[in-house]
């Protein structure tokens, strides 16, 4: 993060610029902070009409004194693997669920893929999860059999036979298809309302003009994930000069 954590007297310029009706975008430029940072720091101290600069500088200071009274029993003291800094990596962590939160996830439901999709084997048990993000089994239970729904992760058991939930290459493929395959309750909906409405009449005309740009778009992404699933299996190798290459990993 450039310049380091958020200040107070950044706070009360975001809270200006929030009350101007600036968009974050905005607010970001005018700080010199990546978007990310005003996007993250807005949602998860009371969102655009409720952020209070006073308020979210003492939230965050309360949040920072609980994380290192934890640390030391919880597996965030552990140390990290690839020499990566250890407190770069959480607040990440947090930031990439800040951006599932916006996305429409409900927090818990963010935090468990955030935390997942920060795993260099990208599974865990639910033990484990209920470790690193400090909650109660139930609470991951609940996120998962959410996620699953939403195939956003999927279950295995490994050779001790402990179920882990597992995000995976293709999940975004899969999530990608579905995503597209959601439009087609809509598009066979706005076809029946044409013959209701009767065609050539202007409620007829609007439904099935939006009909026929669902169906488009939806075939074009159905069109490019098929033809981009490819990327999610491409490793990048080193070559003898250190500059990276793609590598398929697909046969």
């Known amino acids: 993060m450039p310049g380091g954590r958020l200040t107070q007297a950044e706070r009360q310029q975001i809270a200006v610029g929030l009350a101007d009706g600036l968009a974050y975008a905005e607010i970001a430029r005018r700080l010199d902070r990546p978007t990310s940072t005003i996007t993250r720091e807005v949602t998860r101290n009371g969102g655009p009409a409720g952020y209070r600069a006073d308020l979210a500088h003492r939230a965050t200071q309360q949040r920072t004194h609980q994380r290192r009274q934890a640390a030391p029993r919880g597996s965030q003291a ?49 033990s484990e999860l209920a470790q690193r993000l400090q909650v109660s089994p139930a609470s991951i239970s609940k996120a998962i059999t959410f996620l699953e729904g939403q195939d956003l992760v999927r279950r295995e058991r490994d050779e001790n036979r402990r179920e882990r939930y597992v995000v995976d290459d293709d999940l975004w493929y899969q999530a990608m298809i579905r995503s597209a395959r959601a439009n087609d309750l809509f598009i066979e909906t706005a076809r029946q309302g ?29 069109r490019a994930a098929e033809q981009g ?13 250190d500059t990276a290459r793609p590598r398929s990993d697909r046969a």
């Open 78 to 126: 552990s140390p990290q693997p690839y020499g990566r800094d250890a407190e770069a990596v959480r607040d990440y962590q947090e930031a990439l669920t800040t951006v599932y939160m916006t996305s429409g996830l409900p927090k818990m439901m963010a935090r468990v893929l955030g935390c997942l999709y920060t795993t260099d084997t990208g599974s865990l048990t639910a």
């Open 229 to 241: 699933r490819e990327v999610l299996y491409t490793r990048a190798e080193t070559t003898p000069d």
């Open 194 to 222: 044409v013959g209701v409405l009767r065609p050539g009449t202007p409620a007829a005309a609007r439904l099935e003009n939006a009909a026929r740009f669902l169906d488009f778009v939806s075939e074009g992404l159905i």
